[in-house]
């Protein structure tokens, strides 16, 4: 009797212990942080053609719908989803502001040349800082902003189906 | 005389440089507590990524600003999560993970002393 139980306790271990690695297999590797903070965070940044300091405040201002698209001529995703941000900016509900993370001038402004266009205003990150102080790890990454908060984030490069789901918000 | 003074001048001078190494130090003992998420299992003290030489220079920046060790971790965690620190802070959320080590030790603890009163009888 004692014997059996000792079994079925470990069948039951070893399910459960099958079951949760069967489970990580799913779970991404890209590291998504959990905040609280909803706020967007203020700070001053170079335009990218005006060369104007401009402060996040001046841009953020209205009851409009905002998405911040961090992006680097370098960056190989961020190419995959510039004809969506493209379609998207001819919806007048929306802002797209880019913020150029991390690249050189020249050949941000080529790739803008031979893309097009979809950001009212590109902010310049230099360094890095801004994009930590929203919180990102990296580009590209997305946030959707309305009232001045963060209601959506989005790691990685949009798709199709993620640009349905920014339409339905600002529906 | 004239060298005596000379020599204290440079003496002094030299000594500010205790100051910005102070920086350094607590930069790096920072840095070293911080997760670098991009990278698997690197601190961002140890990786080269994008990441983690932007997160280095908030770092600096933050103490040059006259930030402490725990308002950086603060304002970092306000913006990725407890996950960024390697030593989590104890709070709430935290009590499982700082007290079940010792409550296993606890536990496995009072097996051994049961086993032996048994065998003492």
Not at chain 1, 77 to 89: T, W
Not at chain 1, 118 to 128: A, C, E
Not at chain 2, 62 to 76: P, T, V
Request: glycine letters at 4%; proline letters at 3%.
């Amino acid at each position: 009797m004692r014997n059996r139980i000792a079994y079925l306790l470990l069948i039951i271990f070893f399910s459960f212990v099958f079951l949760v690695f069967y489970r990580g297999l799913d779970n991404s590797n890209l590291y998504t942080p959990k905040t609280d903070v909803k706020d967007i965070p203020e700070f001053t940044s170079k335009t990218f053609f005006e060369k104007k300091s401009l402060n996040s405040r001046d841009i953020f201002n209205k009851n409009n719908f905002y998405l911040l698209n961090i992006w680097a001529s370098w960056c190989v995703p961020c190419r995959d989803e510039h004809p969506l941000l493209i379609n998207l900016g001819k919806n007048k509900k929306i802002k797209i502001i880019g913020l150029n993370y991390k690249d050189n001038f020249n050949s941000a402004e080529k790739f803008i040349n031979e893309f097009g266009n979809p950001y009212s205003i590109i902010l310049v990150d230099r360094n890095g800082t801004k994009a930590i102080e929203w919180g990102a790890i990296g580009v590209p990454e997305t946030f959707l902003i309305h009232k001045n908060k963060i209601i959506k984030r989005y790691v990685g490069p949009l798709n199709s189906k993620l640009i349905e789901e920014i339409e339905s918000y600002i529906k | 005389m004239k060298f005596l003074k000379l020599f204290f001048a440079i003496l002094i001078f030299f000594n500010f440089n205790t100051l910005k190494a102070d920086e350094i130090k607590i930069q790096n003992k920072i840095t070293k507590n911080l997760r670098c998420l991009i990278c698997q299992g690197q601190s961002v003290y140890d990786s080269d990524s994008e990441f983690a030489i932007s997160l280095k220079l908030v770092v600096k920046n933050k103490i040059e600003e006259g930030f402490s060790e725990d308002q950086i971790y603060k304002f970092l965690t306000n913006k990725y999560g407890e996950w960024i620190l390697y030593d989590p802070q104890f709070n709430k959320n935290t009590y499982i993970l700082w007290f079940l080590p010792l409550l296993i030790f606890l536990f496995g603890g009072a097996i051994i002393l049961k086993k032996l009163i048994n065998i003492k009888k």
